[in-house]
């Protein structure tokens, strides 16, 4: 399997009712993120399938995403949310087929997550910044110290890829 992460775009500072879960996507995050998807689109042509955290500027950045991969829908998942276990994100993909795998969510779960994926270790060496994106490949199985990186990058390296 390959899986494409993506952190959400930039968010506004406060939701509509003070709960961090219902911040949107600022009008700023909406651009970066529809130039960042144009990108994701030159490195990543085809995706069998796009996952999104149910938080909504989740929600609003696969929506972005799915419009640059010709209108793909896509579904959502309480497991990307924000303080999930890496393992749990392993166990949810173990039981998925497709090839090509995208999921959109938050920090810390993304920058812990594909750490595990990648090393093993429990502690983030890197953190996904608002908007940024990196493909891990799995030649096997979906676990701790088994992804291989295929490219990390920054919302702004995405952007020039248009």
Known sequence: MDLLVIRHGKAEAHGADGNDASRRLSEDGRKKVRRCARGLRKLVPALDALISSPLVRAVESAEIVAEAYAGLGFEQTPVLEPNNEPKELADWLAGRSESVLA????????????????????????????????????????????????????????????
Not at 113 to 123: E, N, P, Q, V
Not at 124 to 149: C, M, V
């Open 103 to 162: 999921i959109v969510g938050h920090e810390p779960l993304l920058s812990l997550a594909s750490t595990w994926f990648l090393s093993g270790l429990r502690t983030s060496f890197f953190e996904l910044g608002a908007g940024g994106a990196l493909l891990l490949h799995f030649p096997g199985e979906i676990d701790a110290g088994r992804a291989r990186l295929v490219f990390a990058l920054t919302p702004w390296q995405l952007r020039k890829l248009r």
